[in-house]
């Protein structure tokens, strides 16, 4: 009997297929352990998720140290205001109006000194004002009765409200002001509400004055101390990067159309694709160049910047090569068309083609020194001259197409025989077709080169404005004096 139970144990249903291996039919597994199988499932899955989320945050932070630095400075700023909550001594002094500061500190705080100060001003403002007529209003109710209270309070709240919202369309409020009108129309809705309940509204009103007023003291300390981060400074390298930028995409660009056949390692396409699209940058900067020089004009003097540096005449420059990579765009879509002109079209203007975008890219470059050492340059209304040159000669080059190109075709269709009537003759329509797309990428050159040289008076004015030296070279050789002829000389001539 064991053993015929052991051999029952051992049994095992199979199924015989034709032209298939026999398979063994294994039981179902229970809802125990379909759940764990899921569970261990799920948890591996967001296992997996929070280790790539902490992979990019920590790419992040060592791409961007200014992101970690400015996280640390508002913990800092947190840190020191909670002392007034925390503290009894503080405490007593603030009351649960203490919880104020760590609201403002939340509030206000930004990622650069410029944002900062900008909140911090329009909130002490704002709330000062909101409160100072609160108080007015608050008086005026008292003092009309019992009955008119509410509706003095309720009247003013709808028009002063209403005409606070209204000033946030107006430009000059909405560029300067409009964060304080909107702590304006909080505090003064709070206050002159609350005091309707309220009996000591003036303390009310005079603690989150004051918890307000520490919050953004300790916010401008910390964030002018601690690494300030300047928007001014970023501003002025944006400028100076884009300039890089567009002059490396212009170069890259003619180089690529001349130079198709030249086969370039696999290692350096990414890289050259890259400068390639880099007029990409300067044409998606106009908002943050108009958010940095906003918010520059409320930072004090720092670095090489007075307190009245000219940053919206960055703006200018901004302007000018906006429209320069408009036309950098319309060379690249040029140059990666599918209709292109023949070699030999090519061919022969190629060194004018060339040498033009080389003269304007060093412009470019020329003009990016300017601004990154904030220093005049005498080079450069010599390299604009002879880019200029190099549009005339372009030009010319241009002009000779039509003689050595087009006309022996012309004069072989002329030359053919007559008896072959059933051919039509040829014509130089299709030589002219084949032309247009040379001819198109030719006018942007030109183009552009006009449109380099609206930069350089942007940049020249910006110089004026700011106030830029001479590089320490130039200053060297208008030092250097004159060397009078050797006594020997003389003698030769003599």
Same mark, same amino acid.
């Given at each position: 009997m064991v053993k015929e139970n052991e051999v029952s144990e051992k049994l095992e249903w199979r199924i015989n297929f034709p032209d298939r291996k026999s398979k063994v039919l294994v039981p179902e597994s229970g809802i125990l352990d379909k759940t764990w199988a899921g569970l261990k499932g799920l948890l591996g899955r967001f296992t997996s998720m929070v280790l790539k989320f902490l992979e990019n945050a920590w790419n992040l932070g060592? #791409?961007? $140290?200014?992101? &970690?630095?400015?996280? &640390?400075?508002?913990?800092? !700023?947190?840190?020191?205001? @909670?002392? %007034?909550?925390?503290?009894? $001594? /503080?405490?007593?002094? /603030?009351?649960?109006? #203490?919880m104020w500061a760590i609201m403002t500190v939340v509030v206000v705080f930004e990622s650069n000194v410029g944002a900062t100060l900008y909140k911090c001003f329009n909130r002490v403002i704002g709330t000062f004002?909101?409160? =100072?007529?609160?108080?007015? &209003?608050? *008086?005026?109710?008292?003092? @009309?009765?019992? =009955?008119?209270e509410p509706i003095v309070i309720g009247v003013s709240v709808f028009f002063l409200a209403s005409a606070a919202t209204f000033s946030r369309f107006i430009p000059s409020v909405k560029t300067h002001f409009d964060y304080g009108t909107m702590i304006f129309i909080l505090t003064f809705s709070l206050v002159s509400v609350s005091g309707y309940r309220e009996d000591e509204? %003036? +303390?009310?009103?005079? +603690?989150? /004055? @004051? !918890?307000? #007023?520490?919050?953004?003291?300790?916010?401008i300390i910390i964030?002018?101390?601690?690494? $300030?981060? *300047? =928007?001014?400074?970023? /501003?002025?390298?944006?400028?100076?990067?884009n300039l890089g930028k567009l002059a490396d995409s212009l170069e890259g660009c003619v180089t690529e159309y001349f130079e198709e056949g030249k086969t370039v390692p696999e290692s350096e396409k990414d890289g050259s694709k890259r400068i390639l699209q880099g007029y990409k940058c300067v044409l998606n900067s106009k908002g943050t160049e108009e958010s940095m020089a906003k918010l520059a004009i409320w930072e004090p003097g720092h670095d090489r910047f007075n307190f009245r540096h000219p940053w919206k005449q960055y703006l200018k420059v901004g302007a000018a090569m906006r429209n320069c990579a408009y036309c950098v765009e319309a060379l690249n879509s040029s140059v990666n068309s599918k209709n292109q002109a023949p070699e030999h079209l090519k061919k022969h203007l190629r060194d004018a083609c060339m040498a033009l975008s080389s003269c304007s890219s060093y412009v470019l470059k020329e003009l990016a020194l300017t601004v990154e050492n904030t220093t005049k340059s005498s080079k450069i209304d010599f390299l604009v001259g002879e880019m200029n040159f190099s549009v005339q000669e372009l030009q010319d080059a241009l002009k000779s197409v039509p003689n050595s190109v087009t006309e022996p075709t012309v004069l072989s269709t002329l030359e053919a025989p007559i008896n072959e009537a059933n051919r039509e003759p040829k014509t130089t329509i299709p030589l002219i077709m084949e032309f247009l797309p040379l001819a198109t990428l030719v006018s942007l050159l030109i183009e552009i080169a006009a449109r380099i040289e609206e930069i350089a008076n942007a940049v020249d004015h910006l110089a004026g404005l700011a106030k830029f030296k001479l590089a320490m070279d130039e200053k060297a050789n208008q030092k250097k004096p004159i060397e009078e002829p050797t006594s020997n000389a003389q003698d030769d001539e003599m």
């Open positions: 060592v #791409a961007e $140290p200014k992101k &970690v630095i400015h996280g &640390v400075k508002v913990g800092l !700023t947190l840190f020191l205001v @909670s002392l %007034f909550y925390y503290m009894k $001594p /503080l405490y007593d002094g /603030l009351g649960g109006n #203490a004002l909101a409160g =100072s007529l609160a108080l007015g &209003v608050q *008086w005026i109710a008292c003092k @009309s009765g019992e =009955s008119f509204v %003036f +303390q009310l009103g005079h +603690q989150r /004055l @004051s !918890t307000i #007023a520490i919050g953004t003291s300790l916010c964030t002018i101390i601690v690494y $300030p981060i *300047w =928007s001014g400074t970023e /501003l002025h390298l944006l400028i100076f990067r």
